[in-house]
């Protein structure tokens, strides 16, 4: 066992690796600072890694490195570039990494948004690559590594290294310092050999995720093709169990954690009085009966997300279930995303003509002409990013949820839909694909690529007994009470020996 593995196996640390030195790295940034009118305003940025990471900074301290991606941005850091965050209510540092326009092109839009990110997601008609696009990233990896190691000079302190954006980042930081303790958590999916071979640098980036002590995943069936690929291109070399993989004399060690949610804070939100108010407004807004059920998807405009697919499945409902037809909407928002990329924005044009020929064809007006005229659609499509306590609102009136990825990590809408559900009468429809299906095993399980049979689990949804919905919704809502946001960041920390074990007295 090499020394750079000590700090995983006892809380006794060679360096003082107290909370304040825990050193958290995005490519994303949790807040973002622009110019509106001549007037500088800041904003919480959007996405799962931030609405998990962010409430532990804020309770735990210590500095978030990431990429100084608003406009406004060096306006409000120190000489060492660092601003300190939340800007309202200080509690932690963020130091910004500046990426030359080449790196943000390159490395970010190119390797890791048309590369890794597809492969990942197993859409391999999607892998655009370029051997430009791996230089720029390699250089982006680089740029990180420099100002996480300057971070280091000044004090040691522990680094946990976020997502696919990263990969060559523990590498590389090893490489300068090879006792630092490094963390990696792997957000999406990883994909099985008989995919990643076709990524030339597989080689490279395995072995810079085993220079890190931890490398931690979604489920075990990633962290099992994780295994898979190691063995099939590092060779002979690599020794492994389940939990730990050796390799060329160093021991990283594996963990599966599944992120989670604040399941206090969106129970409390979905019961306050404003969202009970915007439940009205909304219901006004789409010109809703009483008597219409509701489905909801709530999804970035990501090919992922299996927005299309999810859209066939709709019209094929109604095709089937024509009993439903002014009986049952379904509301999709879809949140803006990548739209600097012309993939993403000709995805984006397409799911908007899919829902308005839905429309047009099964859409229907009501006494037209009178004042109790009326207007039904089978799809409300609500595009643009919208307020936390309408988001609630929608969860909480939404009698169905429906993630159809067509693969996820996680994918934390299923779990804000279930800690939404006070009033417990919703049923949650989840792709065996993501994440959440291994843990919300109370969900409707479906194929996003079988929209027949998703039509047929909307209609199952629909005709559940509320005593069957009540009992299903109550036992997830108990399993994220117990597997929240906090529970999870914890067990992160005591994977990595930053935190006392299980049965020591709660950190406070």
């Known amino acids: 066992m090499s020394a750079s593995h000590a700090p995983l196996e006892a809380p006794e640390q060679e360096h003082d690796l107290s909370l304040s030195r825990l050193i958290v790295v995005s490519n994303r940034e949790p807040y973002e600072h622009r110019l509106v009118k001549d007037h500088l305003i800041w904003e919480r940025t959007s996405g799962g890694l931030i609405s998990a990471l962010d409430p532990m900074m804020r309770r735990l301290g210590g500095t978030w490195i990431a990429w100084g991606s608003g406009k406004a941005d060096r306006d409000v850091v120190d000489e060492d570039m660092v601003v300190e965050v939340p800007p309202d209510a200080p509690t932690y540092r963020l130091r910004r990494v500046w990426l030359e326009n080449g790196e943000v092109k390159g490395g970010y839009q190119g390797y890791a948004n048309q590369v890794l990110w597809p492969l990942c997601h197993l859409t391999l008609d999607r892998v655009a690559y370029r051997k430009a696009f791996w230089h720029a990233y390699q250089a982006m990896n680089a740029r990180f590594a420099d100002v996480v190691l300057g971070e280091l000079a000044d004090k040691p302190g522990f680094v946990w290294v976020h997502d696919f954006h990263l990969a060559l980042l523990p ?6 310092l090879p006792n630092q303790p490094v963390a990696i958590f792997w957000h999406t999916p990883w994909p099985g050999p008989d995919a990643f071979r076709i990524l030339p640098e597989r080689r490279e980036l395995l072995e810079s995720l085993l220079a890190a002590d931890l490398v931690m995943f979604q489920t075990q069936s990633f962290l ?3 295994l898979e690929c190691a063995k099939e291109f590092l060779g002979t070399d690599v020794l492994s169990d389940e939990h730990h993989i050796e390799y060329k004399g160093r021991r990283t060690r594996l963990a599966v954690r599944p992120i989670s949610i604040n399941y206090h804070s969106w ?3 979905a019961q306050s009085p404003q969202v009970t108010r915007a439940m009205d407004v909304l219901r006004n807004l789409h010109i809703f009966q009483p008597t ?3 489905g909801l998807g709530v999804d970035r405009l990501d090919y992922t997300k299996g927005l299309l697919k999810r859209l066939w499945a709709i019209e094929a409902f109604f095709q089937q ?10 509301i999709q928002i879809a949140v803006p995303t990548r739209g600097d990329m012309e ?3 000709s995805y984006r044009e397409l799911i908007r003509e899919t829902v308005n020929e839905i429309n047009m064809r099964y859409g229907t007006i009501s006494h037209p002409g009178s004042a109790q005229a009326s207007r ?3 799809i409300e499509f609500r595009e643009g990013r919208i307020g936390m306590d309408t988001l609630a609102a929608y969860y909480r009136m ?3 949820a429906l993630v159809s990825s067509v693969y996820d990590g996680m994918n934390l809408v299923a779990k804000e839909y279930v800690a939404s559900q006070v009033e417990e009468k919703g049923v949650l429809l989840v792709s065996h694909l993501a994440g959440a299906a291994e843990e919300m095993t109370d969900a409707l399980v479906i194929n996003p690529y079988d929209p027949e049979g998703v039509a047929d689990s909307i209609r199952q949804a629909l005709e559940m007994p509320f005593g069957e919905r009540r009992e299903r919704m109550r036992r997830m809502r108990a399993y994220l009470e117990a597997h929240d946001i906090r529970a999870w960041a914890d067990d992160c920390l005591r994977d990595a020996g930053i935190l006392p074990p299980q049965d020591s007295p709660a950190l406070e």
């Open 224 to 226: 099992h093709c994780f």
């Open 171 to 176: 590498g590389l930081i090893k490489a300068s």
């Open 267 to 269: 129970a409390e939100r």
């Open 321 to 330: 279930y024509p009993q439903y037809r002014g009986h049952f909407t379904f």
């Open 292 to 294: 219409v059920r509701i």
């Open 398 to 400: 939404a009698d169905l």
């Open 376 to 378: 039904w659609r089978p």
């Open 343 to 345: 993939a993403y924005r």
